[in-house]
């Protein structure tokens, strides 16, 4: 007879998996309830068992979320995949109807994605299935693998060089990093520079930067893909926020290293000019990522499909050719 630290397997309450994937999912014990028809009082109860039967809290309140423990992240890899494998075996084969979805997809990415992307991939779904749901969520480098494994996200959208080996993934785009200054800037007075033009390499190195960083160094940044090429880059600022990014530029005397896509996006609004730089900062290879379990997934499949689609649509690979020599 099979058994867990001691506790008989064949004994365990199978509804109990449903909870727990519900609450990894969610990291809220009453959204959980809501998405598999559970009150809060009976996923609470749910949960306090499963405390018991594993010996471990599972999941600790942290605000207004609940954070799963390492353990809890352990024991939920398998839980998705044998979770999503079920789901797969008892789907009825029929056909694949977009418009009939009701559901929710999550997303993870930088804001450039949130800014550029998302909204054209929201009114196209509207359009196609306005039962499905789309939520965004600030990526945090390291987090990815787990937010994917776990369910509570259903893609990522990442750099190439940078996703976890673990995932799938799907090539989207290429970018390429430009300066952004604002037009008046005291760096440009005596140069007759418009936008498109490559910025003389005397001025880019007596520029202070603005950089994106996912926590204040080099992760996440332009300067991470560098390596040695940016040893003598000024970075006076950096931002968790392509856009702030650009506000800074706009506001000051700063030049901004931001995506070339997100510099001819803001340039009008913000009143900067868009340059080259005058050294090779390398081309980013974009791409989404997901969990492999979802590889067959019809619904997933579909999202994929979109999301490549509107990324043709908005030309993201023709903006990069525009600023490569």
């Known amino acids: 007879m099979a058994t867990i630290h ?4 064949n004994a365990l309450d199978l509804n109990l998996m449903r909870v727990f994937d519900a609450l990894l999912k969610e990291r809220s014990v009453t959204a959980a309830g809501q998405r598999i028809g559970l009150s809060q009082p009976a996923v609470s109860s749910a949960l306090a068992r499963l405390r018991t039967l594993l010996d471990d809290p599972l999941f600790l309140r942290h605000g207004r979320q609940m954070q799963p423990t390492a353990k809890a992240l352990q024991i939920g890899t398998y839980v998705q995949s044998a979770m999503a494998t079920l789901e797969q075996g008892l789907i009825p084969r ?7 979805m009701n559901r929710r997809f999550r997303m993870l990415g930088a804001d450039f994605f949130s800014v550029l992307f998302m909204p054209s991939l929201s009114a196209r779904l509207a359009r196609i299935t306005p039962g499905v749901e789309l939520g965004f969520l600030d990526n945090a480098r390291g987090d990815t693998l787990e937010l994917l494994q776990s369910g509570f996200a259903d893609l990522a959208f990442e750099e190439e060089a940078y996703a976890p080996s673990d995932l799938s993934s799907q090539p989207l785009f290429r970018s390429v990093f430009v300066i952004a200054m604002r037009k008046g800037h005291p760096a440009l007075e005596r140069t007759s520079l418009s936008s498109g033009d490559t910025l003389p390499r005397d001025v880019f190195d007596a520029l202070s930067f603005s950089v994106y960083s996912q926590d204040g160094g080099e992760s996440g940044c332009v300067l991470e893909g560098m390596g040695r090429r940016g040893q003598n880059l000024r970075v006076s600022l950096t931002l968790p926020h392509f856009h702030a990014v650009a506000i800074a530029a706009h506001t000051g005397d700063i030049a901004a290293l931001i995506p070339c896509q997100f510099a001819e996006a803001v340039a009008a609004r913000l009143d900067l000019i868009v340059l080259k730089p005058p050294i090779d900062l390398g ?4 791409g989404m990522h997901w969990h492999p379990r979802l590889d ?16 043709a649509e908005l030309k993201f690979d023709q903006s990069c050719d525009r600023y490569r020599d």
Request: charged fraction near 15%; proline fraction near 10%.
């Open 296 to 311: 067959s997934h019809p619904e997933h499949i579909w999202l994929r499909t979109q999301i490549a689609e509107v990324i």
């Open 6 to 9: 001691g506790m008989n397997f």
């Open 283 to 286: 081309v980013q290879e974009i």
């Open 94 to 100: 029929l056909p694949f109807e977009p418009s009939a």
